[in-house]
């Protein structure tokens, strides 16, 4: 049970004052649902303005506070799609235009009446002849010399968020921060003269501190290690179920091609994990196109002749499908039975899967979350595969795996390469095997930069290649880590191609229902449609082998390993596939790196390593950036520096206190509470 003095901060964020429905939704979007996640919630950077009175004296890309008076509203032309923009003039005419995406043009209209001047502050970059302040940080009437030389924390913000209201909403979490007993240990604490961690917080909030942001970065280390740890402990105590396939079903497969070495290594390696009582836990790793699902259906037809069952976990519906039609095809000469399941199946459907499940006359079952629900129960489940396990939690896992009668395997897989130094991290409770051999035949793709100025030139090309009959995906650019702009920025894009090449064009974005998305996936899928317009979600598992051409608009945004997770979309028939990554104007020399590098090699082993070093002096890796980490706060460098220390740490904290009973130990408890890792406390005997 969690400790209460922990509550306050697992109280529900409507508690803090100015937390009404109307601010929920933006809040909930960040992630933020308690008073916790607030104080957790770390600003991006601090900026210090510059007062500046008329645009001649400011510098682009510089933060400055100025006054400028609107003499203009402008709408997008479509509505709702394009930026909505307010062209001011400072006290000599100079005119710069303030930019506002989405729903903020709403705030713009109220804000900036034409003819009344105002205290503007943000940066201030150029947009082609033009200067402009995209999402102004402030808009005051009166009192804007009071933002200059401020040492202001600048936060990760959604749409209907403004920094002050963010800000305002820390300093009330920080307000509540308990004391707590200390779970770093003491030699580690005074070698590294670290804050108390109710300190470290309040620091961390008001100016940059690496201190503090070390401390936090550290119990974040810690918290995953130990977790990971005991999950691992646990699973050795565990009593599972040796599985000895006979080949019966293995040798009716009819392979078009035959197996890598690299296949035949992990098949080998999961083949001896199966043989043994204790549960199998490995990690496939595997390049786009190294094969996984062929060795994840050899492991499942293990299961299978030792009669048990095996169940594969996909993250998204279409995923799940189309993991069901592959398999379906490769098992028609097995006599095997396979089903699936997802939270759209209902009624007779539904309940004929359970029951097959549950009388043992299904023998595999593909499906999203839906096929861990408590109504699901096998007859004997014996594996467990999950794929693109990253975006599946620890708990998830352990909720899936105790669905047997004793507990299954578990082989989860993932089309994301990890640096080796980031393998620990994620997956410091697993045994690894590596697919990093491509199966023969597979030609290269030809990957080019083009600069954003040849857009049109780049258009004509896909006309032409789509006017052929061949399909190509679209993919828009991350705008501001907004969502909410990422999927305006889709929507123009779509508006745009779809006026040029007519039905033929469809958009999938993450906040469509699962029908529209489907439907949308399911004509390009049939050839229906010839273009798709997408954001990132199409960069996992979509498998369109007559798709030959991929375009990404301001690939620069892009981190290399989803770069190369989005290029592996192509290339995958037998025709030569073409990779074009459009770039910006102001390209950053690590932007610059990185195109250069998804132009030299297609390895993703190498190039998830080189994406570590560019990203490794303290850029933050977010969820957007690369979806392959569990945490919020460390950052690569930490991450790198600090990981094994606190491996360690962990370690010889549980071989020395295996039930966390000490005073240490109890404060360690406390930390896996505060970092939601709490199912690691609950697999301590009598936690």
Known sequence: MRPDILNPLFAEIDTLDGVGPKLRKPLDKLGLTRVRDVAYHLPERFVTRRAVGN???????????????????????????GPYRVFAQDVVGNICALTYFGRASYTAKKQLPVGETRWVAGKLERYGDMLQIVHPDHVLEEGGESLQRLCEPVYALSEGLTQPKLAGLAEQALGQLPRLAEWIDPGQFDKNGWPAWSDALKLAHKAENASARDRLAYD?????????????????QRKGRALKGDHSRRSKLDLPFPLTGAQQRSIREIEEDLAQESPMLRLLQGDVGAGKTVVALEA???????????AMLAPTEILARQHYETLRQMLRPTGVEIALLTGRDKGRSRESILMGLLDGSIDIVVGTHAIFQEAVQYRDLGLVVIDEQHRFGVAQRLMLTRKGKRTPHTLAMTATPIPRTLTLAQYGEMDV?????????????????????????????????IGSGRQAYWVCPMVHDNESLDI???EARYAALKEQFGDTVVLVHGQLDATEKDAAMARFASGDAKLLVATTVIEVGV??????????????????????????????????????????????????????????TQDGFRI???????????ELLGTRQSGDTPFRIANLEQIQRMLPIAHDDARLLIERDGGLKSPRGEAARTLLYLFERDYGVQLLRGG
């Open 55 to 81: 645009l001649d004296e400011a510098g682009e890309g510089e933060q400055i506070v100025i006054q400028l008076t609107p003499t203009e509203h402008r709408a997008p032309r479509m509505q709702g799609r």
């Open 543 to 600: 498998d369109v082998p007559a798709a030959t051409l991929m375009v990404i608009e301001q690939a620069e945004r892009f981190g290399l390993a989803q770069l190369h997770q989005l290029r592996g979309r192509v290339g995958r028939g037998a025709d030569k596939s073409v990779c074009l990554l459009l770039r910006g104007e102001a390209l950053s020399e690590t932007g610059r790196k990185r195109l250069a590098l998804m132009r030299e």
């Open 433 to 465: 095997s590596r697919l990093d051999e491509l199966p023969p035949g597979r030609q290269a793709i030809d990957t080019r930069v083009v600069g954003q100025d040849r857009l049109g030139e780049v258009v004509e090309g896909v006309g032409r290649h």
């Open 608 to 618: 998830a390593e080189e994406d570590l070093e560019l990203r490794g002096g303290g």
């Open 488 to 490: 305006a920025a889709a």
């Open 220 to 236: 974040e280390l810690l918290a995953n290690s130990l977790a990971l740890l005991l999950v691992r402990a646990d699973n050795r």
């Open 300 to 310: 499942m037809l293990v299961a299978v002749e030792a009669e048990a069952q095996a």
